[in-house]
């Protein structure tokens, strides 16, 4: 038969803890997000015109935080914008959950 003093108990606690920890925080962290392309039509302020935009967003945070294409500036043009139209999209109340 075994027996466990009260430091090797502690330990052994201390030990489970720190591994649920760890995995736990690796799990939101370090896996990759899921991400949902959602077609919105958003307020551009590049040529301060309505544009119809594919957005995409995490799923996890339901938060939007890339532009993959835009219907004015199309996909390559993309990397040119400063995605000003995620803010817009953002502060939007109709945006915020869902």
């Known amino acids: 038969?075994?027996?466990?003093?009260?430091?090797?108990?502690?330990?052994?606690?201390?030990?489970?803890?720190?591994?649920?920890t760890v995995l736990v925080l690796g799990v939101l962290f370090l896996f990759p997000r899921?991400?949902?392309a959602i077609t919105a039509g958003v307020d551009?302020?590049?040529?301060?015109?309505?544009?119809?935009?594919?957005?995409?967003?995490?799923?996890?945070?339901r938060r939007f935080v890339d532009v993959t294409c835009c219907s004015?500036?199309?996909t390559p043009g993309v990397a040119l914008c400063r995605k000003g139209c995620l803010?817009?999209?953002a502060?939007?109340?109709?945006?915020?959950?869902?």
């Open 44 to 61: 551009c302020p590049l040529i301060r015109r309505r544009a119809t935009a594919e957005l995409a967003r995490d799923e996890w945070t």
């Open 72 to 74: 004015v500036l199309g």
């Open 1 to 20: 038969m075994y027996s466990v003093t009260t430091l090797d108990g502690m330990l052994l606690g201390l030990g489970m803890l720190l591994t649920t």
């Open 91 to 98: 502060r939007s109340p109709r945006f915020t959950r869902s």
């Open 87 to 89: 803010l817009a999209v």
């Open 34 to 36: 899921a991400m949902r």
